[in-house]
């Protein structure tokens, strides 16, 4: 059982991303798929998530500007990052958890600066 995040880099204010978040070893359709970050210094916290009926949910610093989406298929969830400002920079991290049992695996993260 494997989460990768990859995607992450630096990039100029204003300036865009896309994080991938590949599973392997199990199905994303049975997990609860989330995106958090941790900025240097300070806690891990929620960005944006599926809930069990698909729909997407946000944290209010990236409402608007960030986008969760999902390749069932292909055991894969993306966050389209757009507008991005430096208070964004972070480590960013993949996380599922399984539906009804809880069971919860976390990827080791890929780092997201914005920078001029």
């Known amino acids: 059982v494997q989460v990768v995040e990859s995607g992450g880099g630096l990039v100029q204010p204003g300036g865009s991303l896309r994080l991938s978040c590949k599973t392997f070893?199990?199905?994303?359709?049975?997990?609860?798929m989330s995106w958090y970050r941790q900025p240097r210094g300070k806690g891990r916290e929620f960005v944006a998530s599926?809930?069990?009926?698909?729909?997407?949910k946000y944290a209010d610093s990236v409402q608007g500007r960030f986008t969760i989406s999902r390749d069932g298929p292909a055991n894969t969830v993306f966050l389209q990052m757009t507008s991005l400002k430096p208070e964004d920079t972070a480590v960013y991290f993949c996380?599922?958890?399984?539906?009804?049992?809880?069971?919860?695996?976390w990827g080791q993260g890929t780092q997201v600066t914005v920078s001029s």
């Open positions: 996380k599922a958890t399984h539906w009804t049992y809880g069971s919860t695996y």
């Open positions: 070893g199990f199905t994303i359709d049975a997990y609860e």
């Open positions: 599926f809930t069990e009926t698909v729909s997407a």
